[in-house]
């Protein structure tokens, strides 16, 4: 990948497992702001596989999730492969979070994603964005668009200062 900024990216957090989501959120990125959040809770099947198409439409340079295999398995699950102009791309590529602090802070006891949040961003910068795009009751860790923020947020700290190509996965 060239070393460009702004990029142009999605956050995906899944919350439940391949046999049943419970929810599903995502933001597309575009430089340092938030241009698209977009929540599905379970039951809504046919919202699932219409916002999971459209998320295959965007045109994204990476996908960013924390333990990213969770997110990829689901996402192929539901559409395989991506269609981008007649030709049929696999989903990414990915940059998975945890790989990243994992390498970076080799020393730290433990990579969760709350761990990770609370640890290195700010609760007011994490609030900002929370209260604007979260319901009340769901802002907290292990909703969806609350992960996705968080995510978002430990990424944009170290976007800076490593090497994007050296975590970049298939």
Same mark, same amino acid.
């Given at each position: 990948?060239?070393?460009r900024r702004p990029y142009t990216y999605v956050v995906i957090d899944f919350e439940g497992n391949l046999s049943r989501i419970k929810?599903?959120?995502y933001l597309l990125i575009r430089g340092n702001k938030i241009v698209q959040c977009k929540c599905i809770e379970y039951g809504d099947t046919k919202s699932?596989?219409? /916002?999971?198409?459209?998320?295959?439409?965007? &045109?994204?340079d990476f996908i960013v999730s924390h333990?990213?295999?969770v997110e990829k398995n689901i996402l192929k699950k539901?559409?395989?492969?991506?269609?981008?102009?007649?030709?049929?791309?696999?989903?990414?590529?990915w940059i998975d979070t945890c790989r990243i602090y994992s390498s970076l802070y080799p020393q730290l006891l433990e990579y969760r994603l709350r761990f990770l949040t609370e640890l290195f961003i700010a /609760?007011?910068?994490?609030?900002?964005h929370s &209260?604007?795009?979260c319901n009340t009751q769901k802002r907290t860790f292990h909703n969806s668009t609350y992960d996705c923020i968080c995510t978002m947020l430990i990424f944009d700290r170290v976007l800076p200062i490593i090497a994007l190509d050296d975590f970049l996965q298939d």
């Open positions: 990948m060239k070393d929810e599903f959120s699932m596989d219409e /916002e999971i198409t459209e998320l295959s439409k965007a &045109n994204y333990n990213y295999t539901y559409l395989p492969y991506v269609h981008n102009d007649g030709k049929i791309l696999h989903w990414g590529p /609760e007011k910068e994490l609030s900002v &209260n604007r795009l």
